[in-house]
């Protein structure tokens, strides 16, 4: 008896998870065209990057320790990451926290936090079928011109660079989380939404490998985890396999992400009993 009811507890919630889900799906049906228009501009300037690249590589085989044939697969899995992990639901979710338009989330039998991933969820889903095909074109023309060689595909570093996928978009989640929760204190939250955005582009190492970049950013990215989410999983897929110190970071990830989850969760029980809201 004391199974069953569980089970149908389990049920009960999925088919909450599946409504909400459907919502985000369709929203990124609605706005497909606007989806499709992101996408070119992710990839419009991974396409000058890797242009660029082309000049400085012009009679050498290796620039700081990486062929040409790396970083162009490094840039393919930024824009992946980037496409696929990140999340911008903060911005519209901390307008509604400001004017007061989430009171009936409260009601719902569904918690609001738990909502916004699920239907952002739906909305990636979206996102991947749109992204795919301007994608698959990018990698097969870099792949036809000869610029993308000697690469080694492995269920292991498949694998791996999935994990971390996962991990990113958690992370990436948690990180719109804090901007939207901030919002119940402060009126300019979306202002650390732009810092976030500022912060995991020069520390996650958006615009190249961290291995290019001053010794005093790598020095600060070595001990902040943003570059767990771009530029380790990005090395990865670079690399011909998977190295020890490729799970080593995966695990600590994975805790990093952990103790996010409970910071967030905090902040959430915290930021309920700060919201007010006015009017008929």
């Known amino acids: 008896m004391w199974i069953s009811r569980k089970v149908l507890l389990v049920k009960r919630r999925i088919k909450k998870w599946l409504a909400v889900f459907r919502i985000g799906l369709i929203q990124g049906l609605a706005f497909r065209a606007e989806t499709f228009l992101w996408i070119i501009l992710d990839i419009f300037p991974t396409f000058i990057l890797i242009a660029s690249w082309l000049a400085v590589f012009h009679g050498k085989t290796t620039v700081g320790g990486q062929s040409l044939s790396q970083l162009i697969i490094y840039y393919l899995a930024v824009l992946i990451i980037i496409n696929l992990a990140e999340v911008h639901f903060e911005e519209r979710w901390v307008e509604n926290v400001r004017y007061g338009k989430i009171d009936y989330y409260f009601v719902k039998p569904i918690s609001l936090p738990t909502y916004i991933i699920v239907q952002a969820l739906g909305s990636k889903l979206m996102t991947f079928v749109t992204f795919l095909l301007p994608f698959l074109a990018l990698m097969f023309g870099l792949i036809h011109a000869g610029l993308i060689t000697g690469f080694t595909f492995t269920f292991s570093k498949l694998f791996v660079f999935l994990a971390f996928l996962l991990l990113a978009f958690i992370f990436d989640s948690i990180l719109s989380f804090f901007v939207v929760f901030a919002a119940f204190w402060m009126d300019e939250a979306s202002s650390i939404g732009h810092f976030k955005w500022m912060v995991t582009g020069i520390f996650g190492g958006t615009l190249a490998p961290l291995t290019f970049y001053p010794q005093w950013i790598q020095k600060i990215a070595a001990f902040l985890p943003f570059k767990l989410a771009l530029s380790t999983p990005a090395q990865l ?15 600590l990830f994975f805790v990093y992400v952990v103790v996010c989850v409970f910071i967030i969760r905090f902040m959430w029980k915290h930021a309920q009993y700060k919201y007010t809201s006015a009017g008929g």
């Open 237 to 251: 897929l670079a690399r011909n396999s998977v190295l020890h110190s490729d799970l080593r970071e995966l695990g």
